[in-house]
C-alpha cells in the first residue's frame, strides 16, 4: 500500500500521560500536514511541513504540542501531558506540487483515534 | 481568516432521490475549492476539485459540483444516490497558490435509505 500511514490507529491514554504518533506520508511527497477532528466537526489545521521545515502551525497547537519531520519523510506528533480535551482523531495528509493530476491534492491517512481518561 | 460554511447538518435522502449539498465559503482572494468524503470506518477521500476553468465539475462516483463565484460557493449534486452513498461529505478550500493548508466545513452526513 503506498498510501499515507499512520501508527497507532487507536491510543487509549490517562490524562497527564505524553503520547507520540507517526504518520509516514506517500513516497517523495514534500508537504506534511497534521490535522485534528472531534466530533460532528470537520478536520482543523494544526501544522504543516515542506521537508523537514515546519511552515506554520495554528493557534490550535498549544505548547503541549510539538511536531517534527527530522529527514524530510516521516513525521511525529507529540502531546505533552494530556488533557480530555485532546480527545480527537489526529489525522495527517501529504501532498506534492509535482504531477497535474494530483497538483494540490492532500491526501489523507487513515488517523490515530485518541482517548484522555 | 477563510471560512467554510455548510448548511446541512444532517441529510436521509431515498435511493434515486437527487442530491445537492450546499458548501459556501469566505476568503477575500481566490481559492481552491475540494469536495472529500468519508464512508463509514474508512479515511478521507477526495470526490472532486476546483481550481480554474470550467465552474461545473465533474468528480467520481456521479458527482459534480459547480463554483458561483458571485455566492462564494460551490455546491455538490448528484442526480440520482445510492445506499453506497451513506457518507459523511466534508466542503473545503486552501489559497490558491496551492499546498497549504485546507479550511474544512463541519460536514453533511448524508443516510441513504432503501
Known amino acids: 500500500d503506498t498510501g499515507v500511514s499512520q501508527d497507532p490507529r487507536h491510543k487509549i491514554t490517562k490524562r497527564g500521560q505524553n503520547v507520540t504518533f507517526r504518520c509516514d506520508p506517500i513516497?517523495?511527497?514534500?508537504?506534511l500536514y497534521w490535522y485534528r477532528q472531534t466530533l460532528g466537526q470537520g478536520p482543523e489545521f494544526l501544522t504543516y511541513?515542506?521537508?523537514?521545515?515546519?511552515?506554520?502551525k495554528s493557534r490550535l497547537l498549544s505548547d503541549r504540542f510539538s511536531a517534527e519531520r527530522p529527514k524530510g519523510s516521516f513525521s511525529t506528533l507529540e502531546i505533552q501531558r494530556t488533557e480530555q480535551g485532546d480527545s480527537a482523531m489526529y489525522l495527517c495528509?501529504?501532498?506534492?506540487?509535482?504531477?497535474?493530476?494530483?497538483?494540490?491534492?492532500?491526501?489523507f491517512g487513515p488517523g490515530t483515534r485518541l482517548t484522555v481518561l | 481568516a477563510q471560512s467554510v460554511s455548510q448548511h446541512n447538518h444532517h441529510v436521509i435522502l431515498s435511493e434515486a432521490a437527487s442530491l445537492e449539498l450546499g458548501c459556501n465559503y469566505s476568503y477575500g482572494g481566490t481559492v481552491n475549492l475540494f469536495w472529500y468524503v468519508q464512508y463509514p470506518g474508512q479515511h478521507l477521500q477526495l470526490l472532486l476539485k476546483?481550481?480554474?476553468?470550467?465552474?461545473l465539475v465533474k468528480g467520481i462516483k456521479g458527482f459534480e459540483a459547480e463554483f458561483i463565484k458571485s455566492k462564494f460557493s460551490f455546491n455538490l449534486r448528484k442526480p440520482s444516490v445510492q445506499w453506497s452513498d451513506t457518507a459523511e461529505y466534508f466542503c473545503?478550500?486552501?489559497?490558491?497558490?496551492?499546498?497549504?493548508?485546507?479550511?474544512f466545513g463541519k460536514g453533511t452526513r448524508l443516510s441513504v435509505i432503501a
Open positions: 473545503a478550500v486552501n489559497q490558491i497558490s496551492g499546498n497549504t493548508p485546507l479550511v
Open positions: 495528509a501529504s501532498s506534492s506540487p509535482r504531477g497535474p493530476s494530483s497538483y494540490n491534492e492532500q491526501f
Open positions: 513516497s517523495e511527497h514534500n508537504r
Open positions: 511541513f515542506q521537508n523537514e521545515a515546519q511552515l506554520e
Open positions: 476546483y481550481f480554474s476553468g470550467d465552474p
